[in-house]
């Protein structure tokens, strides 16, 4: 079983940057890909970003250039680092195992004009 907990979400301007964690327990982390996704209200959960095992990475076009995803095995912590922040990426951000049920609790992300 794993648990992953997110953290660094916060309320930002315009433009902002944010970076937010997403630490894992379980000794299987280095081994498997780890996604980022958010929910926006009254909207469906969407793909952010995605990292493999190999530290190979993907994003959504919505978020291509402005979002970095990156992984420490050594601290079990995947993170997102997300600049140029616009209104529209106001959402709550889930972390989890890529194609499991293992998902953290979300950290909401505010940014305002």
């Not at 992953?4 to 916060?10: I, Q």
């Not at 978020?63 to 140029?84: C, H, P, W």
């Amino acid at each position: 079983q794993v648990r992953l907990v997110e953290s660094g979400g916060g309320l930002v301007q315009t433009g902002g940057s944010l970076r937010l964690s997403c630490a894992a327990s379980g000794s299987t982390f280095s081994g498997v890909a780890i996604a980022w996704y958010r929910q926006a209200p009254g909207k469906q959960r969407e793909f952010v970003a995605r990292i493999g095992s190999n530290g190979n990475t993907a994003y959504a076009d919505s978020v291509k250039g402005r979002f970095t995803i990156a992984r420490d095995n050594a601290e079990n912590t995947v993170y997102l680092q997300m600049n140029s922040l616009k209104s529209e990426d106001t959402a709550v951000y889930y972390c989890g195992v890529f194609r499991s049920p293992y998902w953290g609790q979300g950290t909401q992300v505010t940014v305002s004009s």
